[in-house]
């Protein structure tokens, strides 16, 4: 089982539109949860943390499953400027894991 | 704008040259990284520097050579690449606790490599 897994996609999203993917992870001593976001031939950065609790930034919502191991992100209202890849980032074995990312594209 | 910053951001190689990457942070992290990207692939882990001292290589061929001269700055030593070594080179930092990453990693925007 890989480390941190996603489903590639692409996911087409309208406009206005709400959506929504997963990302499971496999090592259950892992403690930190990250989103991050990386537009094309740009360099990845931080959409947000994910903690035990859940928590919300604006349309993003992010949520931690520890029991069935995986993290979500949701994206609600959906803009044509959140159309890029969203690489799950999982802590283990003292470094970073990436799953391949979810690759948005939202349509008008 | 980007704290961790890399040069060059774009470099063209023969495989006989000998050329190096450069990535500085002033953020006070003590864990940089290497990072290689292909196209539509995630970000590949290469080395990772805590203190100063490497502590992980991920098996990459020696034909890459890291370097942390000190805990702001890391090198990246590149000798006698082949072309599939084309790709997205990036840098990153992150703190360190009790010799644990903790927090999230800052990415330089990368240097785009391209082996003929």
């Known amino acids: 089982r890989k480390e941190v897994e996603q489903d590639p996609g692409p996911f087409n999203v309208p406009e206005g539109a709400t959506v929504a993917f997963n990302c499971t992870y496999s090592?259950?001593?892992?403690?930190?949860f990250f989103w991050y976001r990386q537009d094309c031939r740009k360099e990845p950065k931080l959409l947000m943390s994910?903690?035990?609790s859940g928590n919300e930034d604006g349309r993003f919502t992010a949520q931690l499953n520890r029991a069935s191991q995986y993290i979500s992100l949701l994206i609600r209202d959906s803009k044509l400027s959140d159309s890029a890849t969203y690489l799950c980032?999982?802590?283990?074995?003292?470094?970073?894991?990436f799953g391949k990312g979810n690759q948005v594209v939202v349509i008008p | 704008d980007t704290e961790v910053t890399q040069t060059p951001k774009h470099l063209v190689m023969g495989m006989t040259n000998k050329k190096s990457l450069k990535c500085e942070q002033h953020?006070?992290?003590?864990?940089m990284y290497w990072y290689k990207q292909k196209a539509k692939k995630p970000p590949e882990l290469m080395f990772v520097?805590?203190?100063?001292?490497?502590?992980i290589n991920e098996s990459v061929p020696s034909r890459f050579s890291p370097e942390c001269p000190n805990s702001s700055l890391l090198n990246l030593h590149l000798h006698a690449l082949q072309p599939e070594d084309s790709a997205l080179y990036l840098c990153?930092?992150?703190?360190?606790?009790?010799?644990?990453?903790?927090?999230?990693?800052?990415f330089g925007e990368g240097s785009r490599l391209t082996v003929l």
């Open positions: 994910v903690y035990s």
């Open positions: 990153a930092s992150s703190r360190l606790g009790g010799g644990v990453v903790t927090g999230e990693l800052f």
């Open positions: 090592n259950s001593a892992s403690q930190s």
């Open positions: 953020m006070g992290h003590r864990a």
């Open positions: 980032v999982v802590d283990g074995n003292n470094r970073l894991a």
């Open positions: 520097y805590s203190y100063e001292k490497l502590s």
